[in-house]
């Protein structure tokens, strides 16, 4: 299985701020990779595919970069909407699986 | 747009098997576009996936629970299901239906169910 581990696993930001979350995959996934903003009691909703391009509809202060194993998430100004946990996850191969999460706090 | 929908029982005991239903609404559940995916989360943990279906019956599992999982679908009622065999403490969880793309530039997960939590106890 290819382990997905993110980093860090909370962090606290105030409005305005710009953030960056990180995810590293044990072995090489290409850009086959997804990020997810999961709010309290809901479904994980999904922002980014192939490791760098928005969903419809996300606000374009998201984005994602990277290729290989390492990959980030930045929110350029963090809105309060935002204060969620983030999971990237990899469909590089089977079985799918998930970083541990990203719980994004206010400060 | 596609909608999707657990039901099912939220209370199983230990040593039973959780079954769960999944109803798709807005779109086909035998479009060749699509997996049909069971994804869980314990509480306070993070995600979990369990395995996929395909329209042609065509299935994939987590080796991690394959020796107990099994996913089919019923095409005439745009369903498919879960069953999880001799369920422990440690399978209590939300369970998610979700789709995930066939080709391999689209194999992101979305959407989502809303998930519905499965406790096992006594």
């Known amino acids: 299985d290819i382990q997905m581990t993110q980093s860090p696993s909370s962090l606290s930001a105030s409005v305005g701020d710009r953030v960056t979350i990180t995810c590293r995959a044990s072995?090489?996934?290409?850009?086959?990779l997804a990020w997810y903003q999961q709010k309290p009691e809901k479904a994980p909703k999904s922002l980014i595919y192939?490791?760098?391009t928005l969903q419809s509809g996300v606000p374009s202060r998201f984005s994602g970069s990277g290729s290989g194993t390492d990959f980030t998430l930045t929110i350029s100004s963090l809105q309060p909407e935002d204060f969620a946990t983030y999971y990237c996850?990899?469909?590089?191969?089977?079985?799918?699986?998930f970083g541990q999460g990203t719980r994004l706090e206010i400060k | 747009q596609v909608q999707l929908q657990e039901s099912g029982p939220g209370l199983v005991k230990p040593s039973q098997t959780l079954s769960l239903t999944c109803t798709v609404s807005?779109?086909?559940?035998?479009?060749?576009?699509?997996?049909w995916t069971w994804i869980r989360q314990p509480p306070g943990k993070g995600l979990e996936w369990i395995g996929y279906i395909y329209y042609s019956g065509s299935t994939y599992y987590n080796p991690s629970l394959k020796s107990r999982v099994t996913i089919s679908l019923d095409t005439s009622k745009n369903q498919f299901s879960l069953k999880l065999s001799s369920v422990t403490a440690a399978d209590t969880a939300v369970y998610y239906c979700?789709?995930?793309?066939?080709?391999?530039?689209?194999?992101?997960?979305?959407?989502w169910g809303q998930g519905t939590l499965v406790t096992v106890s006594s």
């Open positions: 996850q990899q469909y590089n191969s089977y079985p799918r699986t």
């Open positions: 807005g779109g086909s559940i035998s479009s060749g576009d699509y997996y």
């Open positions: 192939g490791a760098s």
């Open positions: 072995q090489d996934i290409s850009s086959w």
């Open positions: 979700v789709r995930e793309g066939y080709y391999p530039d689209t194999n992101w997960f979305d959407p």
